[in-house]
């Protein structure tokens, strides 16, 4: 080989490495040999000037010794008793903004009905959903509420403008409710599932009401299902998405479309029952509407009243992330400033 | 409604606290929403559901307060005067057109009456739940509508003409002048009371003007009647009055305690007036009919779950007023009193023993429910969805699906197709969306003003449109909207990225990679500027830079958004979930890159697509690497990077192998593009 003795410089460095006694001292054997401008960039460097039938030869010899070299250094390196890395890696100023994609999130809205159906498909129910646009059967008739009765004024709604005078009236689900009439027509018992979507009721908007929320809805028809299920259940849901410690309260209520109905109330999760601003001092938090599935309704899509029971019950969905996130304006759901939303 | 714990306890003999009574009304379902003390008295305001009329009286709270706190109501209907001694029913002419509209209706006439002020005790107990006094007269009508639920009028008889009463529909336009002062325009659907000559009163709403007592009165005629609810509904709603009268008969009235009441009203008006009633006419007036619902006590144990002793359920039925007798080893008989019209079946009598026995008492239980098996349905698809489109660094939003039409417009959306409210809130939410880029453009204009450098946010939700059926339909869709400039810090510097249709397009490429889809491509409409998202040569959707016109209308100013919008439903009829393993390429494989300057027109997709065409076996991956427009480079034209990727799956491949491949490349290139290889 023409004036280079690649043997004596691999005794040269093994020797050199091996008696160095510093990481700085390593360091700089690590520059002569192994840098840009080290022994082996040299070497590598000669090679155009070779015999083309040197120089493949000489090509191996210099990679064996890079090699060599290079797992001495890191021997070394590990014998002088520390990993820290190389130059070259030197440490990051940790102070610097980490480099990161940018991930986005799921709406808060999105983020609180998923939990709540987890919740329920862990205890086998499965999740429908329906047309936000309904006829006025379903969202008022077939619930066993008649068109002129007292019993509609809980639920304003807004109606679409009619193709003409013949054409059937179509209106905005004020509630989840009509996707129970649909499932109930569309399948027979045994039927255990929760609705989630939109529901619209012509309210002026402040910090409370809005035109658009969300609501879910559930039901749960069988032979043989009782009150005393529908407490279960429901305390489950409670505990799940509350918390363990959180103790329920059913109250007798009125709904059109359940009999007996209830309104379930949670212990206040802000001052844990002893009264405060959020529970108007009650302390209790009014969180769900459910009852036993009224016969009528049954009878209205051809269920035997007889034969099945069953229960429903609903939620606001907004209501629930506004207490389980601390969420003070129910407007700020549709604004979506993403400093609120970068917060779920 | 508002009533008094003193009120209440005229009827019962009430031992709790008013705050603990509170409570055990509220749990009984009588909720009561506020309680505030008053000049001695307690004032609770109720929640009356509708279901219950009953409630709109004090006797009908009093009999629920007695079943709540184990008491016995105090009065009973006996003491109450059953007759009228001197009347005569002579005089008067009442005609009724119609026993549908007005089942029950009975004058009395009063004469001698010395109109004035009523007496302390009658004014505070009116004031204490609302009632502004008027005088002893209209204050006993209002006395006993609090306090039985049954609302009177009394009129002015020397005002009413013809000595006739007519209980019938309002003729076309005929006018009234109702107490308020209010001129109404009333058609047929309204229900008035008339004398001989015109309307005298909105039945069950509201009296008239020119009929009502007053100072100068002497004589009067007082109704106690029964109106059908569902017209006093719709006149009232027609209307818009509000009026305790009309509150009640919407809600029905129970028409058996009526004449109990009238007798009532005439000796209380006697007693405060110095009065005398001496006459009386009466129409509709009949005996209840018995009523029987029966009651298993088997049923109610499965249907509610836990057994309650059948003493139990008996006491609590006649706290609340039912008579109860057995009719079987297990069941009982049970006769429905006449102010409980809503009890229909055994499920309404189940309730009320479930109720007052305590919600609390009955045991928590977890169904048995039989799972159903659900295939994957278009829900668990946006989820999927939503999960990689935040993975790609779009945030979720919810905007609302009525819109204002004047932005759709500015959109250049056709306004044929969309869907209309009729009663809307405002213009601004007058429309159902037929797309969601409005919300998305309006988010992006909010967020813009908050001072974010950019903004990447994404929608999956419904649009709404006519498509000419007799239904309206609904479309599952997503949009997608950018817009600014997202920078990264790197250690080399500051990289700044400005977002626009090459993102959507690239977030786009890997949705349909995760669902499996393959057969997609991108075609650029240039007439419309607007670019076709395709799956197997159906157009799902488009990717574009929304006009000046209606950035402006959001006031986004001097920023370039791009939008995206597809329809979910066509994208997920397409999704391929079988996923098949490919294996592993064993021999390396080489990348070689071609440099050249090209006219700006040509499209890198014609470029890529020509070199295909040309079936170069080794060839395995082709794509644009690199792109320089600037000083460099002619005016008119670009240079392009292209990356070919060569591998063979026998052997790895030499340099002799790929040159003949990668001369075909340059040959493309030059040939048919005149590109100048660099």
């Not at chain 1, 027509?185 to 009401?209: E, N, T």
């Not at chain 2, 009658?122 to 306090?147: P, Y």
């Given at each position: 080989?023409?004036?280079v003795?690649?043997?004596?410089?691999?005794?040269?460095?093994?020797?050199?490495?091996?008696?160095?006694?510093?990481?700085?001292?390593?360091?700089?054997?690590?520059?002569?040999?192994?840098?840009?401008?080290?022994?082996?960039s040299?070497?590598?460097?000669?090679?155009?000037?070779?015999?083309?039938?040197?120089?493949?030869?000489?090509?191996?010899?210099?990679?064996?010794?890079?090699?060599?070299?290079?797992?001495?250094?890191?021997?070394?390196?590990?014998s002088?008793?520390?990993?820290?890395?190389?130059?070259?890696?030197?440490?990051?100023?940790?102070g610097?903004?980490?480099?990161?994609?940018?991930?986005?999130?799921?709406?808060?809205?999105?983020?609180?009905?998923?939990?709540?159906?987890?919740?329920?498909?862990?205890?086998?129910?499965?999740?429908?959903?329906?047309?936000?646009?309904?006829?006025?059967?379903?969202?008022?008739?077939?619930?066993?509420?008649p068109?002129?009765?007292?019993?509609?004024?809980?639920?304003?709604?807004?109606?679409?403008?009619?193709?003409?005078?013949?054409?059937?009236?179509?209106?905005?689900?004020?509630?989840?409710?009509?996707?129970?009439?649909?499932?109930?027509?569309?399948?027979?018992?045994?039927?255990?599932?929760?609705?989630?979507?939109?529901?619209?009721?012509?309210?002026?908007?402040?910090?409370?009401?809005?035109?658009?929320?969300?609501?879910?809805?559930?039901?749960?028809?069988?032979?043989?299902?009782?009150?005393?299920?529908?407490?279960g259940?429901?305390e489950?849901?409670?505990?799940?998405?509350?918390?363990?410690?959180?103790?329920?309260?059913?109250?007798?209520?009125?709904?059109?479309?359940?009999?007996p109905?209830?309104?379930?109330?949670?212990?206040?999760?802000?001052?844990?029952?002893?009264?405060?601003?959020?529970?108007?001092?009650?302390?209790?938090?009014?969180?769900?509407?459910?009852?036993?599935?009224h016969?009528?309704?049954?009878?209205?899509?051809?269920?035997?009243?007889?034969?099945?029971?069953?229960?429903?019950?609903?939620?606001?969905?907004?209501?629930?992330?506004?207490?389980?996130?601390?969420?003070?304006?129910?407007?700020?759901?549709?604004?979506?400033?993403?400093?609120?939303?970068?917060?779920? | 409604?508002?009533?008094?714990?003193?009120?209440?306890?005229?009827f019962?003999?009430?031992?709790?606290?008013?705050?603990?009574?509170?409570?055990?009304?509220?749990?009984?379902?009588?909720?009561?929403?506020?309680?505030?003390?008053?000049?001695?008295?307690?004032?609770?305001?109720?929640?009356?559901?509708?279901?219950?009329?009953?409630?709109?009286?004090?006797?009908?709270?009093?009999?629920?307060?007695?079943?709540?706190?184990?008491?016995?109501?105090?009065?009973?209907?006996?003491?109450?005067?059953?007759?009228?001694?001197?009347?005569?029913?002579?005089?008067?002419?009442?005609?009724?057109e119609?026993?549908?509209?007005?089942?029950?209706?009975i004058?009395?006439?009063?004469?001698?009456?010395?109109?004035?002020?009523?007496p302390?005790?009658?004014?505070?107990k009116?004031?204490?739940?609302?009632?502004?006094?008027?005088?002893?007269?209209?204050?006993?009508?209002?006395f006993?509508?609090?306090?039985?639920?049954?609302?009177?009028?009394?009129?002015?008889?020397?005002?009413?003409?013809?000595?006739?009463?007519?209980?019938?529909?309002?003729?076309?336009?005929?006018?009234?002048?109702?107490?308020?002062?209010?001129?109404?325009?009333?058609?047929?659907?309204?229900?008035?009371?008339?004398?001989a000559?015109?309307?005298?009163?909105?039945?069950?709403?509201?009296g008239?003007?020119?009929?009502?007592?007053?100072?100068?009165?002497?004589?009067?005629?007082?109704?106690?009647?029964?109106?059908?609810?569902?017209?006093?509904?719709?006149?009232?709603?027609?209307l818009?009055?509000?009026?305790?009268?009309?509150?009640?008969?919407?809600?029905?009235?129970?028409?058996?305690?009526?004449?109990?009441?009238?007798?009532?009203?005439?000796?209380?008006i006697?007693?405060?007036?110095?009065?005398v009633c001496?006459?009386?006419?009466?129409?509709?007036?009949?005996?209840?009919?018995?009523?029987?619902?029966?009651?298993?006590?088997?049923?109610?144990?499965?249907?509610?779950?836990?057994?309650?002793?059948?003493?139990?359920?008996?006491n609590?039925?006649?706290?609340?007023?039912?008579?109860v007798?057995?009719?079987?080893?297990?069941?009982?008989?049970?006769?429905?009193?006449?102010?409980?019209?809503?009890?229909?079946?055994?499920?309404?009598?189940?309730?009320?023993?479930?109720?007052?026995?305590?919600?609390?008492?009955?045991?928590?239980?977890?169904?048995?429910?039989?799972?159903?098996?659900?295939?994957?349905?278009?829900?668990?698809?946006?989820?999927?969805?939503?999960?990689?489109?935040?993975?790609?660094?779009?945030?979720?939003?919810?905007?609302?699906?009525?819109?204002?039409?004047?932005?759709?417009?500015?959109?250049?959306?056709?306004?044929?197709?969309?869907?209309?409210?009729?009663?809307?809130?405002?213009?601004?939410?007058?429309?159902?969306?037929?797309?969601?880029?409005?919300?998305?453009?309006?988010?992006?204009?909010?967020?813009?003003?908050?001072?974010?450098?950019?903004?990447?946010?994404?929608?999956?939700?419904?649009?709404?449109?006519?498509?000419?059926?007799?239904?309206?339909?609904?479309e599952?869709?997503?949009?997608?909207?950018?817009?600014?400039?997202?920078?990264?810090?790197?250690?080399?510097?500051?990289?700044?990225?400005?977002?626009?249709?090459?993102?959507?397009?690239?977030?786009?490429?890997?949705?349909?990679?995760?669902?499996?889809?393959?057969?997609?491509?991108?075609?650029?409409?240039?007439s419309?500027?607007?670019?076709?998202?395709?799956?197997?040569?159906?157009?799902?959707?488009?990717?574009?830079?929304?006009?000046?016109?209606?950035?402006?209308?959001?006031?986004?100013?001097?920023?370039?958004?791009?939008?995206?919008?597809?329809?979910?439903?066509?994208?997920?009829?397409?999704?391929?979930?079988?996923?098949?393993?490919?294996?592993?390429?064993?021999?390396?494989?080489?990348s070689?890159?071609?440099?050249?300057?090209?006219?700006?027109?040509?499209?890198?997709?014609?470029?890529?697509?020509?070199?295909?065409?040309?079936?170069?076996?080794?060839?395995?991956?082709?794509?644009?690497?690199?792109?320089?427009?600037?000083?460099?480079?002619?005016?008119?034209?670009?240079?392009?990077?292209?990356?070919?990727?060569?591998?063979?799956?026998?052997?790895?491949?030499?340099e002799?192998?790929?040159?003949?491949?990668?001369?075909?490349?340059?040959?493309?290139?030059?040939?048919?593009?005149?590109?100048?290889?660099?």
């Amino acid at each position: 080989m023409p004036g280079v003795d690649i043997d004596s410089i691999k005794a040269a460095a093994g020797q050199e490495i091996n008696s160095a006694s510093s990481l700085e001292e390593l360091e700089q054997l690590r520059v002569k040999y192994l840098g840009r401008k080290g022994v082996l960039s040299d070497l590598t460097g000669m090679i155009p000037g070779l015999a083309k039938e040197d120089r493949a030869a000489f090509g191996q010899q210099a990679n064996a010794l890079k090699n060599l070299l290079t797992s001495l250094f890191a021997e070394k390196q590990a014998s002088l008793g520390q990993g820290t890395p190389l130059a070259g890696e030197a440490m990051p100023d940790i102070g610097m903004p980490g480099i990161v994609q940018d991930l986005g999130r799921l709406h808060p809205i999105t983020q609180t009905i998923n939990e709540i159906c987890a919740i329920f498909i862990r205890m086998g129910f499965i999740v429908v959903e329906g047309p936000e646009v309904e006829t006025e059967y379903n969202n008022f008739t077939g619930l066993n509420i008649p068109l002129d009765h007292p019993s509609r004024d809980a639920f304003d709604t807004f109606y679409l403008k009619p193709k003409d005078n013949y054409s059937e009236r179509f209106l905005l689900r004020s509630q989840t409710s009509p996707v129970q009439i649909r499932q109930m027509k569309a399948a027979k018992p045994p039927l255990a599932l929760v609705a989630p979507g939109r529901v619209y009721r012509p309210d002026a908007v402040d910090a409370s009401h809005s035109f658009m929320f969300h609501q879910i809805e559930g039901v749960v028809v069988d032979k043989g299902i009782r009150f005393s299920d529908l407490k279960g259940i429901l305390e489950v849901l409670a505990k799940n998405l509350f918390g363990k410690d959180v103790r329920t309260r059913f109250r007798p209520h009125f709904f059109p479309f359940t009999e007996p109905s209830a309104e379930v109330d949670v212990s206040c999760i802000i001052c844990n029952g002893k009264g405060c601003s959020v529970c108007g001092r009650k302390g209790w938090l009014e969180v769900l509407g459910s009852g036993m599935i009224h016969p009528n309704v049954f009878e209205n899509v051809g269920y035997d009243p007889k034969v099945f029971t069953g229960f429903a019950f609903g939620m606001g969905v907004e209501r629930i992330a506004m207490l389980k996130f601390g969420i003070n304006d129910i407007r700020l759901f549709c604004e979506n400033d993403l400093r609120f939303l970068k917060q779920f | 409604m508002k009533v008094t714990y003193n009120w209440l306890k005229d009827f019962v003999d009430i031992r709790v606290a008013a705050d603990v009574l509170v409570d055990k009304l509220t749990m009984a379902g009588l909720t009561v929403e506020g309680l505030e003390k008053h000049s001695g008295d307690f004032i609770f305001e109720i929640e009356v559901t509708s279901n219950r009329p009953d409630w709109l009286s004090v006797i009908g709270v009093a009999r629920e307060v007695a079943a709540v706190t184990g008491k016995k109501l105090k009065f009973s209907k006996s003491s109450f005067p059953r007759k009228l001694k001197s009347a005569v029913s002579k005089g008067l002419t009442l005609e009724i057109e119609s026993k549908f509209d007005c089942p029950l209706y009975i004058a009395s006439v009063i004469t001698g009456n010395s109109v004035q002020a009523s007496p302390d005790w009658l004014k505070k107990k009116l004031e204490l739940v609302g009632c502004r006094s008027i005088n002893n007269i209209v204050d006993v009508t209002n006395f006993l509508l609090f306090e039985e639920g049954q609302p009177m009028h009394a009129f002015d008889l020397e005002k009413l003409r013809g000595g006739k009463i007519e209980v019938r529909r309002a003729r076309q336009n005929e006018k009234l002048v109702t107490i308020d002062g209010v001129e109404r325009l009333l058609n047929s659907e309204d229900l008035v009371i008339a004398d001989a000559e015109k309307a005298v009163a909105l039945a069950g709403v509201m009296g008239g003007k020119d009929t009502e007592v007053s100072s100068g009165t002497k004589n009067i005629l007082l109704e106690t009647a029964v109106f059908n609810p569902m017209l006093i509904r719709r006149t009232r709603q027609r209307l818009g009055i509000g009026s305790e009268a009309a509150y009640r008969f919407e809600r029905s009235v129970d028409r058996y305690n009526s004449k109990a009441v009238a007798l009532r009203a005439v000796k209380f008006i006697e007693e405060l007036s110095g009065g005398v009633c001496v006459l009386e006419k009466s129409f509709g007036e009949s005996a209840p009919k018995k009523r029987t619902v029966t009651l298993s006590c088997g049923h109610l144990e499965g249907f509610l779950g836990t057994g309650i002793a059948q003493d139990k359920i008996k006491n609590i039925l006649v706290s609340l007023g039912f008579k109860v007798g057995k009719n079987s080893r297990d069941g009982f008989l049970v006769e429905i009193p006449t102010y409980r019209q809503d009890v229909l079946k055994e499920i309404d009598l189940i309730e009320e023993v479930a109720r007052i026995y305590g919600f609390e008492k009955i045991p928590s239980t977890l169904a048995a429910i039989q799972p159903q098996v659900s295939i994957y349905t278009i829900r668990d698809f946006t989820s999927e969805l939503k999960n990689i489109l935040i993975g790609l660094g779009l945030n979720e939003v919810v905007t609302y699906s009525l819109v204002d039409k004047r932005l759709l417009e500015g959109l250049g959306v056709p306004s044929s197709g969309q869907l209309e409210i009729l009663n809307p809130l405002s213009q601004e939410q007058g429309v159902l969306r037929p797309s969601l880029i409005p919300g998305l453009l309006k988010c992006l204009a909010h967020n813009l003003n908050q001072q974010q450098e950019y903004v990447k946010i994404f929608e999956a939700a419904k649009g709404y449109f006519d498509s000419g059926k007799p239904e309206p339909q609904e479309e599952l869709r997503l949009a997608v909207a950018l817009c600014g400039v997202q920078s990264w810090l790197l250690p080399q510097g500051l990289i700044k990225d400005e977002l626009g249709m090459l993102h959507l397009k690239g977030m786009l490429e890997e949705v349909f990679s995760r669902f499996g889809i393959k057969d997609y491509g991108f075609s650029s409409d240039l007439s419309e500027g607007k670019i076709k998202i395709m799956i197997k040569g159906e157009n799902i959707g488009l990717i574009y830079n929304p006009q000046k016109k209606a950035l402006d209308f959001v006031e986004i100013k001097n920023k370039q958004v791009a939008v995206l919008e597809l329809s979910l439903e066509k994208l997920f009829a397409q999704i391929c979930r079988e996923k098949k393993f490919v294996a592993l390429e064993k021999y390396p494989a080489i990348s070689r890159d071609v440099s050249f300057v090209i006219k700006e027109e040509v499209l890198a997709e014609e470029v890529l697509n020509a070199i295909r065409s040309r079936n170069i076996v080794l060839l395995k991956e082709l794509k644009i690497s690199d792109s320089y427009k600037g000083k460099q480079i002619a005016p008119g034209f670009k240079a392009l990077t292209i990356s070919c990727l060569y591998r063979s799956p026998e052997r790895t491949l030499t340099e002799e192998e790929i040159s003949p491949a990668q001369a075909i490349v340059c040959a493309v290139l030059s040939e048919r593009f005149a590109a100048k290889i660099r």
